[in-house]
């Protein structure tokens, strides 16, 4: 098993353009999370589906971010347009069967620069 | 207030010595706690997870107690090595009535020196 499968791994964008991040989660999962990692506030969840539907999307910052899951094996979060303050290192993670007793599986995240 | 407080925030031990990381959490209604290992460019990886009525597990060299009374965890680290050099991130599951969140602990920063 690839594990939980991210692109790009960095991606560097001035103010003001459209990024995209992209996620393969673990064939199988049902769950699939979107988590934001910074200095200053750690990790925060941004999103999460189940079975392709999104559950909880509280902690999507703004409008200027959407997430898209549009089958089981694949994500994006987009951001548009960006903001320098969107520059952290964004998670994508998956589970068999939620939050109950299964581990999150992460991927190794996309670091997002926006100058 | 959902908080999950770690310490130290960072630590430095030799090569082949013990520690411990502590974890304090005032999550309420608490689900399981995790233990997750993150390397410098990578994602977390999980060590553990503790239901309320589990006192200890363990993963190899790693081994989390739990105390639910004093709402209290440890992550303990035998005969470290080098790679152990990491990020050790303390996770409370608060559990809602079927929707569980996840609350982050801010991590505790290892190093292993040779």
């Known amino acids: 098993d690839a594990g939980v499968i991210q692109s790009p791994r960095h991606e560097v964008t001035e103010m003001g353009q459209e990024v995209t991040l992209r996620c393969k989660p673990i064939s199988g999962h049902d769950y699939l999370f979107w988590y934001r990692q910074t200095m200053m506030r750690g990790l925060e969840l941004l999103i999460y589906f189940n079975n392709n539907v999104p559950i909880d999307d509280s902690g999507m910052p703004e409008d200027r971010f959407s997430a898209k899951m549009p089958n089981a094996s694949f994500s994006t979060l987009k951001i548009q347009p960006s903001e320098p303050r969107d520059s952290a290192v964004y998670f994508c993670?998956?589970?068999?069967?939620?939050?109950?007793?299964?581990?999150?599986?992460f991927g190794n995240g996309t670091r997002l620069t926006v100058t | 207030k959902n908080q999950v407080e770690q310490s130290p925030q960072s630590l430095i031990i030799l090569e082949g010595k013990n520690c411990t990381l502590q974890c304090n959490y005032t999550v309420s209604p608490f689900s399981n706690l995790r233990w997750y290992k993150q390397d410098t460019g990578r994602g977390p990886v999980s060590l553990t997870i503790m239901t309320f009525s589990e006192n200890t597990k363990s993963n190899g060299r790693y081994t989390a107690t739990l105390d639910a009374d004093t709402k209290q965890s440890s992550l303990h680290i035998t005969a470290s090595q080098l790679s152990d050099s990491a990020s050790y991130i303390c996770?409370?599951?608060?559990?809602?009535?079927?929707?569980?969140?996840?609350?982050f602990g801010a991590g505790t920063r290892l190093a292993v020196h040779p």
């Open positions: 993670a998956s589970s068999p069967t939620g939050l109950n007793n299964s581990p999150l599986h």
């Open positions: 996770v409370v599951t608060r559990g809602e009535g079927g929707y569980n969140k996840l609350i």
